[in-house]
C-alpha cells in the first residue's frame, strides 16, 4: 500500500499520464511499444494507415472510452516488451533489413496459397455467399498491389532512404498513398468475411481461408507501422512531433 502522503500525488501523476496519452497520436503510442497494438485492435482503432490522429479523437471516431483505452495500454507496462517494439531504436538499415526480410518475405510466401484458397472457396461457394467472390477478388487485386509496392520500396524507396534520405518526400508520399489503398482493401475483406468468422458449415479450405486472411492482416499491421510510423517520420522531421 502507498503511504497516504504520497497518495494524492500518485492519482495526479497517474491522471497526468492518462491526459498525454489521450494527447498523443495513435502511430507514436504504438511506435514506442508495439503491444500496444494490441490495445488498439481490441477497440478497433486503426493505427498504422491511420495513425496520425491523436488518441481521444480515435477513441471519439470509435465510440470508445479513452479512458477504457489508456487503461489497457498502461497495463502493458507491467510486461516485457517484444523484438518490434524495439525497432524505433533500430538503424535505418537494420529496420530496412528487418522489413524487407520479415514482412516482404512473409507476404511473398503467403500470397500465393491464400489466392488459391480464396478462389477455391468462391468458387465452391460463392454461389450461396457472394461476398466470398469479392474476396477472392479484393484479395487477388491487393497481392498485384502488394507486390508493385515492394518491388517499388526495394527497389527505389529503400536504396534512396539509405543514399539520399533528405530527398525522399515523393517517395514517402507515394509509399504512404499504397499503404492507404492497401489497408482499404483488407478493410473491405474484413468486413466481408464477417470479421474472418467462417460459418459453422464451413469445410476446411474455407476455415483455412479465413484464417490465413487474419494472419495476412495482422503481418500488415505490422508492417505499414513499422514503415509509416516509425521510418517514414525520420525522414521529414517536421511531423515527427506527436503531440
Not at 476455415?207 to 525520420?234: G, K, Q
Request: charged share 25%; glycine share 4%; aromatic share 8%.
Amino acid at each position: 500500500m502507498l503511504p497516504l502522503d504520497l497518495a494524492p500525488f500518485t492519482k495526479e501523476t497517474a491522471s497526468n499520464n492518462d491526459a498525454a496519452m489521450a494527447s498523443r497520436k495513435v502511430g507514436a503510442i504504438v511506435a514506442d511499444d508495439y503491444r500496444r497494438a494490441r490495445v488498439m485492435k481490441q477497440f478497433g482503432i486503426e493505427f498504422c494507415c491511420g495513425g496520425g490522429i491523436p488518441l481521444e479523437e480515435a477513441c471519439r471516431r470509435q465510440g470508445v472510452s479513452v479512458d477504457e483505452v489508456t487503461s489497457a495500454l498502461q497495463e502493458l507496462e507491467q510486461g516485457p516488451a517484444g523484438v518490434t517494439s524495439q525497432a524505433a531504436r533500430w538503424s535505418n538499415d537494420l529496420l530496412i533489413h528487418y522489413i524487407e526480410e520479415t514482412h516482404h518475405g512473409y507476404v511473398r510466401g503467403a500470397i500465393p496459397s491464400l489466392i488459391q484458397f480464396t478462389a477455391k472457396v468462391a468458387r465452391v461457394h460463392g454461389a450461396a455467399v457472394p461476398e466470398l467472390v469479392e474476396i477472392a477478388e479484393t484479395f487477388e487485386a491487393m497481392a498485384s498491389e502488394m507486390e508493385a509496392h515492394m518491388s517499388f520500396e526495394e527497389d527505389v524507396l529503400f536504396p534512396a532512404i539509405r543514399t539520399n534520405p533528405d530527398n525522399v518526400s515523393a517517395f514517402l508520399d507515394q509509399a504512404e498513398e499504397e499503404h492507404e489503398a492497401v489497408g482499404d482493401a483488407m478493410r473491405r475483406i474484413r468486413t466481408l468475411s464477417n470479421d474472418f468468422s467462417p460459418p459453422d458449415w464451413a469445410c476446411a479450405t474455407y476455415r483455412a481461408a479465413f484464417t490465413l486472411l487474419e494472419e495476412f492482416e495482422t503481418d500488415l499491421h505490422a508492417h505499414v507501422h513499422l514503415e509509416n510510423n516509425v521510418l517514414f517520420p525520420r525522414m521529414t522531421p517536421q511531423v515527427q512531433s506527436d503531440s
